[in-house]
């Protein structure tokens, strides 16, 4: 899960083929790292990488500059100037946090998987132990 949600908030093309490879070089399941990537999505990708943006230019001490964000290459080409610096600072910042957490998470979830197998197994033996007499 923390590689392909760290891929999602790379500002980069093909990020499922990034999420692939890195899945391979750190050996983590392929086919949750690749998925997770799907959180950013055409209707997820302006709020998450303004909120990037945002964190970068803070961080930076800059303001951040008013756009309205267009879904051109053209707009893409014209703003790039003004906004990578603290776009691709935020979102390795923001990705990092996003992922740690992520792994958390997962690990968490598997940690109440295996304690309610655990219990599960010790109800049925108590339930099936023969009765002495």
Known sequence: MAVGVFC???PIPFQMLL????AVGFRVNI?????????SNPITIPP?????????AWMLGTEAHD???ELN??????????IWQPLLLGSLVVATLASISAL??????????LWTRI????????KTKPQST
Do not use: Q, T
């Open 8 to 10: 999602a908030f790379m």
């Open 19 to 22: 999420a692939a490879i890195a």
């Open 31 to 39: 086919l949750i790292a690749v998925p997770m990537v799907w959180i």
């Open 48 to 56: 998450m990488f303004y909120f990037c943006y945002s964190v970068g």
């Open 67 to 69: 756009f309205v964000f």
């Open 73 to 82: 290459f053209d707009w893409l080409l014209s703003e790039i100037l003004h």
């Open 104 to 113: 958390l998470v997962a690990h968490l979830f598997w940690r109440y998987h």
């Open 119 to 126: 219990k599960n197994r010790r109800k049925r033996g108590r």
